[in-house]
Structure formats: structure tokens, C-alpha cells
């Protein structure tokens, strides 16, 4: 485990498939992607088994997909926007603010939910190069 103090946030960059979602103990489980030979010669988009995933990219650009094997699945989306790390706080920031698709499945979108649009913040408990474990921050109402 990287501790909090020294985080690199070349840790973070990357894909990362969610593992255990944040209506789950208040938080979010992510498990980095570590792409194949063959798709770091060629890139572009890992090619990925369905499930949520977040791609945290060095420019700062975030994009949040989810697929679906079958691809009949409400959930299916892609959107994009901003994050960015706060080292001092040791705070991810994820705010949406495009969306490019937002499912295949009539009269069903999937859309950010309006949070995600202002911004969400988290607490980065956990680090290493293989598993970031996030604690959402709750805004102040």
C-alpha cells in the first residue's frame, strides 16, 4: 500500500474497473486494468469484458463507461469530464460534464446523476498500483 502522505498521482492514471460500487460500504473499490502487450502496442481503448470502469487519463480528462457483454443492459453509457487529485487533502475530484452515449435500451437512459455533474470528491484510503479504494466525501448542505 502507497501511504496517504506520498501519493503519486501517476498511481492513478490508467482504466480501472469498479469492483465494488460505491452503494456498497460507502465507497468504491477499483481494480487497475493492466493492458496486453498487443494493446499497448496499439492504442487506444482496452478491449474490456462489460462492467463499470473509470479511465483516469494524464491530461486530466475522465471518462466513465460501462458495458455490457449482451449489450441489452440499461446501465451501458459512456460520459466524460475532469478530474483531478489534491495532494495536500489527498482528495479525487470526478465531475462529469459530457455525455456520448447513454444506453442502448428504449425510454431508458443512463445519465450522471447531477452530483456527478457539480463534482464528487473522495478520500483515497488505499493506493498501490493494482487497487485504489475511495471514500466518497459528502458535500456540506
Known amino acids: 500500500m502507497t501511504s496517504t502522505n506520498g501519493l ?9 474497473f469498479v469492483d465494488i460500487p460505491e ?5 468504491l473499490l477499483l481494480r487497475k486494468i493492466v493492458p496486453t502487450l498487443e494493446e499497448e502496442q496499439n492504442p487506444g481503448r482496452l478491449n ?6 473509470l479511465e483516469f487519463q ?19 453509457h459512456t ?13 479525487l475530484s ?4 459530457s455525455v456520448e452515449s447513454s444506453g442502448y435500451m428504449y425510454g431508458q437512459p443512463s445519465l450522471p446523476s447531477e452530483d456527478y455533474k ?5 478520500k483515497i484510503i ?9 471514500e466518497r466525501v459528502q458535500s456540506q448542505v
Open 58 to 76: 494524464a491530461n486530466g480528462r475522465l471518462i466513465d463507461y460501462y458495458s455490457a457483454e449482451c449489450g441489452m443492459d440499461p446501465n451501458i
Open 94 to 97: 470526478m465531475q462529469i460534464e
Open 23 to 27: 452503494a456498497r460500504k460507502g465507497g
Open 79 to 91: 460520459w466524460s469530464g475532469k478530474w483531478k487529485f489534491d495532494k495536500e487533502e489527498n482528495l
Open 118 to 122: 457539480t463534482g464528487r470528491e473522495y
Open 126 to 134: 488505499e493506493l498501490t498500483e493494482q487497487t485504489m479504494l475511495l
Open 48 to 53: 474490456l469484458v462489460g462492467g463499470d470502469h
Open 8 to 16: 503519486r498521482v501517476d498511481l492513478i492514471r490508467g482504466v480501472w
